[in-house]
Structure formats: C-alpha cells, structure tokens
C-alpha cells in the first residue's frame, strides 16, 4: 500500500510540473476576485487558434496585459471564445450577459460578460 501511495504521489507531481497556470497581466484567474469580467476573443493571423483578453478592472496599458497567459508569459491559444469561458466557469463565474461588438466593416464578435457565483 505504501508503494500506490508513494507511486500516486510522484505522478501528482509531475503532473504539477506541467500544468500551466492562466494569469492575465501577471495576476492568477483563480486571485481575481471581481465581481464581473469581461472576455473577448481574437483571431489569429494565419491560424484556426484565439487568443482571450479578458478585463476585470485592471490597468490596460496594450493588448498584451489583457492577454491571458501561461506561467512563462507565452499567449494562450483556445479553439473558441465558448472554450475559454467553459474553463473560466471553473474560477466560480458564470456566463451573465453576451453581446456584439463590431470589429470591422462587415463583421462582429461576441463579448462575454461573466459574474461572480
């Protein structure tokens, strides 16, 4: 039984190891404690990817602190703006309102609010 739970334990760490964290301008999702966000998604050039800024109040000096990031600064890609928010769901927040927001002559995109549960 030691041997399971000494196994069980090393697996639990490098799993660890390799997780990545998501933090927007240096601050955790799970340190944000607004009580509303706001999360819009931007195409990639070149690539089927998003990118999520997501704003909760901060500073915004350029795109990049709105950007959310790994542990090592590096963008995160989604596969959709609703892939994000169903993660996002897991920091306690639920989706509160959706609206469109025009991003171009002929085109939209939706922006998420989420509240605090």
Known sequence: MKKITSLATVVACFALLSAKAQNVNGVRLSDI???YVEIKGSVRPFSDKILISLEYGQV?????DVVVKDDAGKRMEFNSVLD?????K???????QVYSEQSGKDSSRPV???KRK
């Open 33 to 35: 404690h607004a009580d």
């Open 60 to 64: 915004v000096g350029e795109f990049n």
């Open 84 to 88: 994000f928010v169903n993660k996002f």
């Open 90 to 96: 897991n920091y306690g927040y639920e989706a509160f």
């Open 112 to 114: 998420y609010f989420m």
